[in-house]
């Protein structure tokens, strides 16, 4: 709301997310919002980076009347430019957090095509973090979700938090580095000093 088309065009790369135009754009489950159904069928950078914002802040599932997946970001900013590169006009509505005491944005999309191409994906998990290309912008897609940087003691930190201990050691295997400690429920990789500039530096190469 309030920003013109060259104005998303500008933000989305000043994220160094690059669209991809020449896509048709198919109606998604109102006429009055459209959807690039397609986005999830190929993998590239843009598609890596969203599909680590989804694993760490989005949800999906398949009903009977059809599929939805959200994403959710204290950064209204940011989903707005994911929005602009999955080629989406669907609403981003504004939601009251208790727990962080903020406001939390969330952006809503209903299509059955691009939840099934998202659990095709998530099916592939462990192979696209061991194996697959674009992996830096997968992890920065992770870090901007449920990771951090941090400077402590004069030194870089870099950490994500999951529930999933598989997830990370998939993620401390490709890179080659990093500890994972437990914290109740939930699992933290630290990549400290070295390791942290050199996480920084493959996510940020570009």
Request: some cysteine.
């Amino acid at each position: 709301p309030g920003r013109n088309w060259s104005s998303l065009l500008h933000k989305a790369s000043r994220l160094k997310l690059h669209g991809r135009p020449n896509i048709n754009h198919k109606r998604g489950y109102n006429a009055k919002y459209v959807i690039n159904i397609n986005f999830f069928k190929a993998w590239n950078p843009d598609i890596a980076y969203i599909f680590g914002r989804l694993i760490t802040d989005g949800s999906w599932r398949l009903r009977k009347n059809g599929g939805d997946l959200s994403i959710k970001s204290i950064d209204k900013e940011n989903l707005e430019k994911m929005r602009f590169i999955m080629g989406s006009t669907h609403h981003i509505r504004r939601e009251k957090n208790k727990k962080i005491g903020n406001a939390i944005h969330v952006l809503g999309i209903f299509n059955n095509e691009l939840v099934k191409d998202i659990m095709r994906l998530e099916s592939q998990l462990t192979e696209l973090i061991l194996h697959g290309e674009h992996f830096w912008d997968f992890l920065r897609g992770v870090i901007d979700g449920d990771g951090g940087l941090y400077i402590q003691n004069r030194s870089l930190r870099v950490t994500i938090t999951s529930i999933d201990q598989h997830f990370l050691k998939s993620i401390q295997t490709r890179c080659g580095y990093g500890v994972i400690y437990q914290s109740g429920k939930y699992y933290t990789i630290n990549f400290l000093g070295r390791n942290a500039i050199t996480i920084c530096q493959e996510i940020y190469r570009d």
